[in-house]
């Protein structure tokens, strides 16, 4: 008996999750089993959390989600897909700018898999460039592909962008990659500011075509990491319970509020471990105050 507890001890019981103790019905001993006690149960514990972008493009996320007891749900709202102006990309196009603002993780993507089809270095033609991310996550992206940003800007936002950049750029030669349904609003500033600026749509968002239907529950927590894909999922939806929106950067804030009168959470980073953060503290809250 004494060597059954022990193995079950060592094999089953997670000191961070769970423990077990013995009750009195275990046939033909004192014991029955073991009960299960939730002693100290993971912050994301029953909490589901809705990532509306693909698994591929979300699993650093959700397996964050996984690591503090919470259930990802998948429910891309858009899909994203070349253009044609990617054929402008060449060495010589490049040469002729000395500063990149990638709008997005996913410009940096569609910009370099074009790029790689010119040259065999590609980081190499970028190393004398100003190499500006719109925020945190988009830097972390350029650092893995051994692309160093040259500034990261504090918000994430165009606005951000612009915060952190001279009020006179005249002499700068900037290309911008972005989302062909961009605002517009980062290239006007910085041709006020006197920039030579190429916007350069290397990618444009369409709505996910035979999306699978999505239950939302009251309390799920729902990720909007761009004003885009919240419009279009705002758009797509009826009447909604009572959901938790985490917004990433204040000009998603706002798209969400357009819609939705309920309270958001917006992380003070904007990344996938700043939106973490931002739900784990919230449910603790609620554990502690609920």
């Known amino acids: 008996m004494k060597n059954s507890l022990i193995f079950i001890s060592m094999k089953w019981i997670s000191p961070k999750k769970t423990v077990y103790e013995p009750s009195m019905n275990w046939p033909g001993t004192p014991w029955s089993g073991l009960k299960r006690m939730d002693t100290n149960p993971l912050p994301l514990d029953n909490r589901r959390i809705i990532l509306l972008r693909s698994a591929e493009k979300s699993q650093k996320i959700a397996d964050m989600v996984r690591k503090w007891g919470g259930t990802p749900l998948f429910h891309p709202v858009l899909d994203l897909v070349p253009t044609s102006f990617l054929e402008k990309i060449t060495s010589e196009f490049i040469k002729a700018h000395d500063t990149i603002i990638f709008a997005s993780a996913n410009a940096v993507d569609f910009f370099l898999t074009r790029l790689q089809q010119e040259t065999d270095n590609p980081q190499g033609l970028l190393v ?15 650092l893995s ?16 962008i612009l915060a952190a950049l001279p009020h006179n750029l005249d002499g700068w030669r900037i290309l911008l990659p972005n989302n062909l349904d961009s605002r517009k609003h980062l290239e006007d500033v910085l041709r006020e500011r006197h920039a030579k600026v190429t916007a350069l749509p290397v990618y444009q968002s369409v709505p996910v075509s035979h999306a699978s239907p999505l239950t939302l529950k009251d309390h799920d927590f729902i990720v909007f990491s761009s004003s885009l894909i919240a419009r279009f999922f705002f758009e797509s939806q009826g009447e909604l319970p009572h959901i938790i929106p985490v917004a990433l950067g204040q000009s998603t804030l706002q798209t969400i509020n357009n819609y939705y009168d309920g309270n958001v959470l917006l992380p003070r980073e904007s990344s996938l471990a700043g939106t973490i953060e931002a739900i784990r503290v919230y449910c603790e809250q609620k554990a502690e105050h609920p």
């Open 128 to 142: 004398n460039h100003r190499i500006i991310p719109v925020g945190q996550e988009t830097a972390n992206h350029l």
């Open 145 to 160: 592909l051994h692309i160093k940003p040259s500034l990261v800007p504090d918000e994430y936002s165009q606005e951000g």
